[in-house]
């Protein structure tokens, strides 16, 4: 069973991120660079909030706020969920499912940021357990 740090290994450890007084259009950029949905909103080593572009619908575009003149602090999500290490894929899943978000935060065991998974890359890791129990079945019955 595909554990959190797993999936860091197999997907790297980098972390993107913006502070709290830059402007949508900041983590925008970013975002679309680095070809992913989120960014985390830092002050130092401290996690503030994170902004997706679930927040970019729903709390800028929807509300015809402009980009460049919002800053992330006013729409950002303030309450980041976040796992550890040693969680599962599925309990990751669970808890996304239940909170109804699509990214987490991971801490290691001292509370320091570690990397950030996506339903994505739990996707793929749950996948990828399934396909190698399937192999492991089929290579079994053909004895």
Not at 50 to 68: C, D, N
Request: charged share 30%; hydrophobic share 45%; aromatic share 4%.
């Amino acid at each position: 069973m595909a554990r959190v740090r797993d999936i860091l290994e197999t997907k790297g450890r980098e972390i993107h991120s913006v502070e709290p007084d830059d402007m949508v259009l900041d983590a925008l950029k970013l975002m679309a660079a680095k070809d992913v949905g989120s960014v985390l909103v830092m002050e130092g080593e401290r996690i503030l909030g994170i902004f997706t572009e679930r927040h970019y619908a729903r709390e800028v575009f929807l509300k015809g706020r402009a980009s460049p003149n919002t800053p992330l602090r006013d729409v950002m999500r303030r309450d980041v969920l976040h796992v550890g290490p040693d969680d599962t894929a599925d309990a990751c899943v669970a808890l996304m499912t239940d909170k109804r978000v699509r990214h987490l935060a991971v801490l290691d065991g001292e509370g320091q940021l570690v990397g950030i998974i996506s339903i994505g890359d739990l996707m793929k890791a749950i996948i990828g357990d399934r396909e190698f129990d399937i192999d492991q079945l089929v290579n079994y019955v053909r004895g």
